[in-house]
């Protein structure tokens, strides 16, 4: 993270528990702030007034079911970017328009805060626009 920049807030929409903490650690490690999680679709939308965030990770396959990339297009339709974090990468390259890149598992520290700058360049971008 450029040491400038202000941290970034992600949430992270995953239903693995030992994930969640492990990316959790990463996202802080590199300076940002971990906004939370949910473990699923549903639990993202009843949620949703709660959730302040620059950007989402979003699984493929979640609580409810194949959800992710539904819930990548919601959450693009609000505004918010998102990027895949999966084992699934065939699944969610299907879906190109809905998230911002894709991630395999098992992730890498290099690769999270390369994909995490991607959330503030579309801020960026947005503001100007």
Known sequence: MNSSAPPLRIFYLEDNPLIVFHIEAIIEDL????????????????NFDAIDVDGVLVDIDL?????????AKWLRDRGI???FVTGQEAIAAEYPETAL???????SDTELA???ELFRRTKATSKTT
Do not use: Y
């Open 31 to 46: 300076g940002h702030v971990f906004a939370g999680s949910a473990n699923s679709f549903a639990k993202l939308v009843g």
């Open 63 to 71: 609580a409810d079911g194949r959800t992710g990339p539904v819930a």
């Open 81 to 83: 970017p998102s990027v």
């Open 101 to 107: 890149a894709t991630i395999g598992k098992p992730v």
């Open 114 to 116: 390369e994909k995490l």
